[in-house]
Every structure is written in C-alpha cells, then in structure tokens.
C-alpha cells in the first residue's frame, strides 16, 4: 500500500508568515485530498483534488504538486489556520484510501 | 445539507464484538456515493476501515478484512460498522463518511465518538 509520509510533523508560524507543508507519498498517486481538524472535532476536507479548496477554505490556501511530492500553502498565517492538516489519497492496487501522519501547525 | 451521526457503546470488552450506527440524513444512503468508516487512534493515526456503496456492494481494508463488517438498513436510512475479536488496539474514535463521486475525498464526516476496549 501507499505510505503517505508528512513533514514538518510539527511547526509553528508568526501571523502573517508564508507556510508550507509537504507530503511525500512512497509510489505515484493522482490526486492529494487535505485536511483540517482542530482539537475535539472531526476532519474537514480542505483541499481535494491536489489544488482545489473546499467551499468556505479561505483563498490564503493553495495546494500542489504531482506524482510522489505534494504540499499545502498558507500565504500568509492567521491565528485561525492553527490546527493539524492531513493529506490522504486514494489507490486501486490494493484498494486503498491512506492518510498521512498529520502537520500539526501552531501560531507562535 | 447531509450530516452523519454515529452511535454505539462507548466500552467493550477484549474479543467482543464492536458495533457502532452511522445515521444518515439530508441525503439517502441509496441514492449514490460511498459510504465509509474512517478510525482515529490515540495518538492521531487516521486509518480507512472500508465502505458500503450505495448499490450495496462493500470494500474492506485488507487489514480488517478478517474482523469486518459493513451493513446498511435502507429503511432507516443508516449504516453499520461491525468489528469482531477486538482488543486493546482498536480504541479509537470512529467516524462515518461520505465518500466522493469516484473514490477520493471524504466531504462529510460525523462528530465521531470514541469506544474504548477494556475489561
């Protein structure tokens, strides 16, 4: 299966500040799907289709990349993009959905 | 709007079974997508546990293969996660989730609810 590896595993960000985290995947995947949760709740889909923000994701986020290196960008860091972000993908042999170990993005 | 909502015990014994609800609403399990069980462990690890298609069919992680499975009552409009011979390691949170039109995201996820394995 597809291991999905996450770095940082933990970072931290000055308001206003450019972020990126990165997602490295062991084989060739099509798409990155991306996460938000926040502490006690459940995930949110935050960026799918490797580049395209779910209704209501502030356009500071873009997404990117292909084939094994993915990343998720925050243009400039609010206090309200602290959370930990997720990648996950999907793949046929075996049919699988894998997620990665998780960024945990604090506000410094 | 389509929301989701789990329900089960929240203690079960090491080699019981595991049952947990998934109650759907705003949208009918029958009408498309996928429907799916996604767990969380202690720690945060997220791990897909397989999903029933609207047409009926299932797909299992080959990791629980053995241990699971995933039905519906369409009457009622829900879906079940059934895991058998648990132990200490499948405390979690458990989620249901709605899957995309074609395998990919999850765009819709319950509030999860948390079943510890314990004697």
């Known amino acids: 299966q597809i291991v999905l590896t996450q770095s940082p595993a933990i970072m931290s960000a000055s308001p206003g500040e450019k972020v990126t985290m990165t997602c490295s995947a062991s084989s060739s995947v099509s798409y990155m799907h991306w996460y938000q949760q926040k502490s006690g709740t459940s995930p949110k889909r935050w960026i799918y289709d490797t580049s395209k923000l779910a209704s209501g994701v502030p356009a500071r986020f873009s997404g990117s990349g292909s084939g094994t290196s993915y990343s998720l960008t925050i243009s400039s860091m609010e206090a309200e993009d602290a959370a930990t972000y997720y990648c996950q993908q999907w793949s046929s042999n075996p049919y699988m959905y894998t997620f990665g170990g998780g960024t945990k993005l604090e506000i410094k | 709007d389509v929301q989701l909502q789990e329900s089960g015990p929240d203690l079960v014994k090491p080699s019981q079974s595991l049952s947990l609800t998934c109650t759907v609403t705003?949208?009918?399990?029958?009408?498309?997508?996928?429907w799916h069980w996604i767990r969380q462990f202690p720690g945060n690890k997220l791990e897909w546990m397989g999903y029933i298609h609207y047409s009926g069919s299932t797909n299992y992680n080959p990791s629980l293969k053995s241990r699971i499975s995933i039905t519906r009552d369409t009457s009622k409009n829900q879906f079940f996660l059934q895991l058998n011979s648990v132990t200490t390691e499948d405390t979690a949170t458990y989620y249901c989730a709605r899957g995309g039109l074609r395998p990919s995201w999850f765009a819709y996820w319950g509030q999860g609810t948390l079943v510890t394995v314990s004697a």
């Open positions: 705003g949208y009918s399990i029958t009408s498309g997508y996928s």
